[in-house]
Every structure is written in C-alpha cells, then in structure tokens.
C-alpha cells in the first residue's frame, strides 16, 4: 500500500497535481486564461469609462466639445446661404467665385481630403447604425408575414367568413354542405 501511496505522490504530487502542472507548460488552463481575459477586459472599460466622464471637464473640454459639433452645420447652412446670395446678388456671388478659382489645387485637394475623413466617418457609423436597424426589421418579417395572412383570412370574402365556429379548420376550409334531409326532399320534388 505504501508504494502505490508513494507512485501517486510521485505522479500527482503530494500537494500539487504534477500532471497537470506539466500539462500547462504545453497549454494554457482555459479557466485561469478567462479570468485573466476578464480582468483585462474590466480593466480596459474601467480605462474608457474614466476617459468619458464628463464631471471633471474644464472649460476648455467642453468649449472643444462644442466646436466640433459646428462643422456639419456650418457646412449646410453656408452651402444655402451661397444659394441665397448667388439668387440674390449674381455679381457679387459671381465676383466670389472668381476668387475661389484663383485657389491653388493642392489646397482643394487637402480641403477635400479633410471634409472626406470626417463626414466619412460618420457616414461609416450611420451606415453601420442602418445595416443594424435592417437586420432587426428582416428578422420581423415571418412574424409580420403570418399577421398579414391571419388578417386576410378575416376578411368578408374569404372562405368560411361567416361559418361560426373557433376551430382553425373551419376558418381555412370553405364552408362545408349540411345535410338536411327535408331541403333534400323539398329540392327533388322541385327538380
């Protein structure tokens, strides 16, 4: 008995697993790794939650917070109010626009690339925001499907309207012939 105690302990360890601690030279203990996953991934949103806190901002953050939002509008409401003044003033506009042509072309070229970058990237977000709501409203659409075909069997015209009854088959079979043998009887004598 001693030496099978003596062969475990040698194997397993007296204390430790000596297996498994040769077995995570070669891979890496799945349970340890998700926590070490999880304690980096706590701490990488604890490092972004703390970068959008806006309780501690100066004057400065929120003065530069405001000026970023001034482009887009700025850009929309200069672009009608150069329709407004070339329907308005055509020689002043046109007295403008003859300043414009004297820019150089690199210059238009950075000024393109500038306005691309940043409405680029927000047409990347609102794009993505699009395809998300898309989705959501595909994956309506067999619910939406069966709510359109139990509202069409409801209607006045459709078989078995007005056959009484809450049963399925009689709202999807047309109404079925009763046998009466006295309108039986009536109809032969008539025919």
């Known amino acids: 008995m001693g030496l099978i105690a003596d062969l475990f302990g040698l194997i397993f360890g007296n204390r430790r697993?000596?297996?498994?601690?040769?077995?995570?030279?070669?891979?890496?203990?799945?349970?340890?790794?998700?926590?070490?996953?999880?304690?980096?991934?706590?701490?990488?949103?604890?490092?972004l939650a703390a970068e959008f806190q806006y309780g501690g901002n100066s004057r400065f953050d929120?003065?530069?917070?405001?000026?970023?939002?001034?482009?887009?509008?700025?850009?929309?409401?200069?672009?009608?109010?150069l329709l407004v003044?070339?329907?308005?003033?055509?020689?002043?506009?046109?007295?403008?626009m003859q300043g414009l042509a004297l820019v150089p072309e690199p210059l238009w070229w950075l000024l393109g690339v500038i306005v691309s970058f940043y409405f680029g990237a927000r047409h990347q977000v609102k794009s993505q925001e699009f395809q998300k709501g898309l989705a959501a409203s595909l994956a309506q659409v067999p619910q939406v499907a069966g709510n359109i075909a139990a509202l069409e069997?409801?209607?006045?015209?459709?078989?078995?309207?007005a056959v009484a009854g809450?049963?399925?088959?009689?709202?999807t079979e047309p109404a079925a012939k009763e046998d009466n043998p006295a309108l039986n009887a009536w109809k032969s004598r008539r025919g």
């Not at 040769?22 to 304690?39: I, L």
């Open 17 to 47: 697993n000596a297996l498994r601690e040769t077995v995570e030279v070669f891979r890496e203990n799945a349970e340890a790794g998700a926590a070490r996953s999880h304690e980096m991934q706590t701490a990488a949103l604890s490092q």
């Open 62 to 81: 929120r003065f530069m917070d405001a000026v970023n939002r001034l482009p887009r509008p700025m850009l929309a409401l200069g672009t009608l109010a």
């Open 85 to 96: 003044s070339a329907l308005s003033d055509p020689v002043w506009f046109a007295a403008r």
């Open 153 to 161: 069997r409801l209607r006045a015209d459709s078989p078995a309207a």
């Open 166 to 171: 809450t049963s399925a088959a009689t709202r």
